[in-house]
């Protein structure tokens, strides 16, 4: 297979390889793209929970962004675990520098345990600052309540909080629905042209760690493919429900997805 783009990922690291970066060179690997990386924290955890968070220095951050693209310039960013405001300030600047223009915000809060990953100024500092950056954010509903103070409990509210994430500077928005009680899970993409519903059978499986980092990293590798935003969100969900649907039921606690499920050994290695 040749390499069909090439994206540089922000993100923490997750030494049970499930989620954070991990997840994100596996899941643009697995769609055939080259993955660069500025690892913004080392989180020590399995999949039971987090055992500690360390952040790397915030100018090492902006140092691997922009050493790293001056020499090879991706088609696409993704963002995830951003811990505090000085690492915020940090990337904002070195995204006004590298000026890349397709970036897919995930707004990374707590691990699945419960743990949290971002500080409540960096929250505040994201809103105000980081949003107007972004092409496309992709909060969970805790993550979207936060970000807009909406109370969701609905489709019709996860519209409301989508329009609010607009009024603060993001063109696009997919609201992941898997947090609310419905039969289906609905993802709602929104921008100003549209509203579109991405309606998924809910697996019963409590093996869903690395998720939201699989699917921000499979939009981010459709998009930067050439791919329209709208069909990548499409495409990136059908990936994270085929990765869920075949978890390989590892660990003791809430297992990986399997992000290898997109490919099949060449017969070269067989
Ligand atoms: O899934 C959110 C997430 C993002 N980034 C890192 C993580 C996690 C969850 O565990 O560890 C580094």
Request: net charge positive; proline share 3%.
């Amino acid at each position: 297979m040749k390499i069909r783009s090439k994206i540089l990922i922000i993100a923490g690291s997750d030494s049970s390889g499930g989620a954070g970066i991990q997840a994100d060179i596996k899941t643009a690997t697995c769609l055939g793209i080259y993955a660069m990386t500025a690892v913004t924290a080392v989180t020590v955890q399995n999949t039971i929970g987090v055992k500690s968070v360390v952040s790397v220095p915030a100018n090492e951050i902006y140092n691997q962004i922009i050493y790293t693209s001056k020499d090879i310039k991706p088609n696409a960013i993704k963002i995830g675990m951003l811990h505090s405001t000085q690492i915020i300030n940090k990337v904002f600047k070195s995204l006004n520098e590298i000026k890349i223009k397709k970036i897919v915000l995930d707004p990374v809060m707590v691990a699945k345990g419960g743990s949290k990953l971002i500080t409540y100024n960096a929250i505040e500092l994201m809103k105000k600052k980081l949003l107007k950056k972004v092409t496309l954010i992709t909060p969970n509903l805790p993550e979207a309540e936060i970000l807009t103070g909406v109370k969701i409990n609905s489709i019709e509210d996860m519209i409301f909080a989508a329009n609010k994430l607009m009024k603060l500077g993001v063109p696009n928005i997919l609201i992941k629905g898997g947090h609310l009680k419905s039969k289906k899970v609905h993802d709602i993409f929104v921008n100003k042209n549209e509203i579109k519903i991405f309606s998924s059978n809910r697996f019963n499986t409590k093996n869903t760690h690395g998720t939201g980092c699989t699917l921000s990293t499979a939009i981010t590798s459709f998009f930067s493919c050439g791919k329209p935003l709208k069909k990548s969100c499409e495409l990136g969900i059908k990936y994270v429900n085929s990765a869920i649907l075949s978890n390989p039921k590892i660990g003791k606690g809430h297992g990986p997805v399997n992000h290898l499920n997109s490919i099949e050994l060449n017969k070269k290695y067989k």
